[in-house]
């Protein structure tokens, strides 16, 4: 099964849980890193790394650990002939999702991962916003300003705002999506869920009651 199918058949599950706000192609780690879906449901947020039949999976340990610095639980989402290389290749704090014909099944449940990297979480968040945190005007790169505040702030500090951060970056394609998906998803529905809201469309957003309340309600929990 090709990876894009893999990846319609596992929204289609995810889109059910009422709480789920979902992301595809989420890039972390200042860019150099890309989870194929990611979830966001209840302050935590969850990646997806898609392994058919056909795939590579030379570099999936490597993938895992630096999902591990970000994401609050990881799975590997896979198909019957290739599990049990998958079981192989990954940690027991991994979990694993069984994709058969048009249904998801969890084969294995993740652990909540708690040990995070700060610059990791850092790298997601706005540079505009970063430069509002730190506390000295003097750095303009912004592995510089991810470094500071790291420093200056705790871990749990930095997971709130990197995961309403994450949230911003997904929720206006997700609410895009949901308003425009049939009763089957299709490959454009996929590219919409993929793309970046303008910046004209986010500020229009910010000021939307829904927006607000989903926003200034969200909670890393503890």
Same mark, same amino acid.
């Given at each position: 099964m090709?990876?894009i199918?893999?990846k319609?058949?596992?929204?289609?599950?995810?889109?059910?849980?009422?709480?789920?706000?979902i992301?595809s192609e989420?890039r972390?780690?200042?860019?150099?890193?890309?989870?194929?879906?990611?979830?966001i449901?209840?302050?935590?947020?969850?990646?997806?790394?898609?392994?058919?039949a056909g795939?590579?999976?030379?570099?999936l340990?490597?993938?895992?650990?630096?999902?591990k610095?970000?994401?609050?639980?990881?799975? /590997?989402?896979? *198909?019957?002939s290739n599990? %049990? !290389?998958i079981?192989?290749?990954?940690?027991? $704090?991994v979990g694993?999702? =069984?994709?058969?014909?048009k249904?998801?099944?969890?084969?294995r449940?993740?652990?909540?991962i708690?040990s995070?990297?700060k610059?990791a979480?850092?790298?997601?968040?706005?540079?505009?916003l970063?430069?509002?945190?730190?506390?000295?005007?003097?750095?303009?790169?912004?592995?510089?300003l991810?470094?500071?505040?790291?420093?200056?702030?705790s871990l749990?500090?930095?997971?709130?705002?990197?995961?309403?951060?994450?949230?911003?970056?997904?929720i206006?394609?997700?609410?895009?999506?949901l308003?425009? /998906?049939?009763? *089957?998803?299709?490959?454009? %529905? !996929?590219l919409?869920?993929?793309r970046m809201? $303008?910046?004209?469309?986010? =500020?229009?957003?910010?000021?939307?009651?829904?927006?607000?309340?989903?926003?200034?309600?969200?909670?890393?929990?503890?």
């Open positions: 090709k990876e199918e893999i319609k058949i596992l929204i289609e599950s995810l889109v059910t849980h009422a709480n789920n706000v992301g989420f972390f780690d200042f860019g150099t890193r890309r989870a194929d879906v990611i979830s449901s209840e302050g935590k947020i969850t990646a997806y790394e898609i392994k058919g795939d590579n999976t030379d570099r340990e490597n993938q895992i650990e630096s999902y610095k970000y994401f609050d639980q990881c799975f /590997v989402v896979c *198909e019957k599990i %049990d !290389i079981r192989k290749k990954t940690p027991r $704090s694993i999702l =069984l994709v058969e014909g249904f998801v099944k969890q084969v449940k993740p652990y909540q708690k995070h990297d610059i979480l850092a790298s997601t968040i706005d540079i505009r970063l430069r509002k945190l730190v506390t000295t005007k003097k750095l303009k790169s912004k592995h510089e991810c470094q500071h505040l790291s420093k200056q702030i749990d500090e930095m997971r709130i705002i990197s995961r309403s951060e994450a949230f911003k970056k997904i206006i394609p997700f609410e895009t999506f308003k425009e /998906v049939g009763e *089957e998803i299709h490959s454009d %529905d !996929i919409t869920l993929t809201p $303008s910046i004209e469309l986010f =500020l229009h957003s910010e000021s939307g009651s829904r927006r607000h309340v989903i926003v200034h309600s969200y909670r890393y929990p503890k």
